[in-house]
């Protein structure tokens, strides 16, 4: 286990390397595993390796399970343009529909997006899932359902760390959720009208 700063920064540097070489997310378990060390090792390390990329071309995309090397955001722009053209091409309006639902609103079910939507996105959803750019979870009080959320791939595109630091993200969010409230709402009320019609009628 690294008991010094040298130690530490030698793992972080070699922690970057196996990122660098993989070009793709890795978990932390296996990085830790990789690096015969333990996950608390491993997160010191990144914390390191973030701290030093700091102004440089490339950033550490983190969640609580994976990490991966990508271009930072000053960078990202040159890089990001001919990639923003084909994945417009391959997934259409429908596709960025649905990836700024699950960036603005968080983690939600397809009921939920096709809600948003005012259409069944389950083809959209499959064809995200197959590019890598959204991922999938049990939802924990249905397990039944599935939750979508944005891909580790999907954030390192973009360019950003977490959804938080996309452009105007609480705005969108909050208009968002509003937006829910206000179609629930009205599909309440109207029900509770359609209630009362059929009352009368039988009465």
Do not use: W
Not at 87 to 111: F, K, M, N, Q, S
Request: net charge negative; with cysteine.
């Amino acid at each position: 286990m690294p008991e010094d700063a040298h130690n530490l920064e030698k793992l972080a540097l070699e922690a970057e390397a196996l990122l660098f070489a993989e070009g793709a997310p890795i978990s932390l378990k296996k990085l830790a595993s990789a690096l015969a060390c333990d996950t608390y090792d491993i997160l010191r390390a990144l914390d390191a390796l973030e701290k030093r990329l700091a102004g440089t071309g490339l950033a550490l995309v983190r969640t609580d399970t994976d990490a991966a090397l990508t271009t930072s955001p000053a960078g990202a722009e040159a890089v990001g343009r001919q990639r923003e053209k084909d994945d417009e091409r391959a997934i259409g309006d429908a596709g960025l529909e649905v990836i700024a639902i699950l960036l603005y609103e968080g983690p939600a079910t397809r009921a939920d997006i096709d809600y948003i939507r005012g259409v069944n996105s389950s083809s959209t959803i499959r064809t995200l899932l197959s590019r890598g750019l959204i991922e999938r979870e049990r939802h924990a009080a249905d397990a039944r359902e599935f939750l979508y959320k944005p891909s580790t791939e999907l954030l390192a595109h973009l360019g950003v760390g977490s959804t938080r630091e996309l452009p105007e993200y609480d705005t969108i969010a909050s208009e968002l959720a509003e937006f829910k409230s206000s179609a629930e709402h009205d599909a309440h009320d109207a029900g509770t009208a359609s209630d009362d019609t059929a009352g009368e009628r039988s009465s």
